[in-house]
T-cell receptor, first 112, second 114 residues
């Protein structure tokens, strides 16, 4: 059973460009979570999705950030008009029914 | 609102010595508790979890943690550490039935000295 997959693993964007981060949950998992890890900080929850629904986006910045989990295909975290402060590691986690979450390897975003 | 405090940002320990990484949480509702381990440039791996039942939970590689409701703690322990245990350890809590996003502590860097 393959684990949570994220791509790309590393992403470099110039200020003002768009970043798209993809997450494929583990087989059979219908809950997806996104987290951001800034240097010297722990992980911060961003958004919780189930298929075609955003359940909780209380941790998402109000502007430029969006997430989706379509009926078919991976979950996407989209950051528009990136700024240097968006540089971080972004982790996706999946869960079969809530409770324990299994994390992917992360996407390290660098904004130049 | 819930929060997690990991009191030690860094814990140096000699190889084969015991270690305890401290974790305290605050929450007004029932909680589920987790320890994750992160090796350099990797994602987080679930180390162990408390959902219900026995307050002492164990992992396959010798770690254990005890849920103490009265002290709102979930400290992680290992009786004898190895070089390979060098990593960042994160304590996390969820509530609301367990399906919501996790709240993490800031992490403890465990450094094993030969």
């Amino acid at each position: 059973n393959a684990g949570v997959m994220q791509n790309p693993r590393h992403l470099v964007r110039r200020r003002g460009q768009e970043a798209r981060l993809r997450c494929s949950p583990m087989k059979g998992h219908s809950h997806v979570y996104w987290y951001r890890q800034l240097p010297e900080e722990g992980l911060k929850f961003m958004v919780y999705l189930q298929k075609e629904n955003i359940i909780d986006e209380s941790g998402m910045p109000k502007e430029r950030f969006s997430a989706e989990f379509p009926k078919e295909g991976p979950s996407i975290l989209r950051i528009q008009q990136v700024v240097r402060g968006d540089s971080a590691a972004y982790f996706c986690a999946s869960s079969p029914r809530g409770h324990e979450q299994y994390f992917g390897p992360g996407t390290r975003l660098t904004v130049t | 609102a819930q929060s997690v405090t990991q009191l030690d940002s860094q814990v140096p320990v000699f190889e084969e010595a015991p270690v305890e990484l401290r974790c305290n949480y605050s929450s007004s509702v029932s909680v589920y508790l987790f320890w994750y381990v992160q090796y350099p440039n990797q994602g987080l791996q679930l180390l162990l979890k408390y959902l219900s039942g026995s307050t002492l939970v164990e992992s396959i590689n010798g770690f254990e943690a005890e849920f103490n409701k009265s002290q709102t703690s979930f400290h992680l322990r290992k009786p004898s550490v190895h070089i390979s245990d060098t990593a960042e350890y994160f304590c996390a809590v969820s509530s609301g039935g367990g399906a919501d996003g996790l709240t993490f502590g800031k992490g403890t860097h465990l450094i094993i000295q030969p």
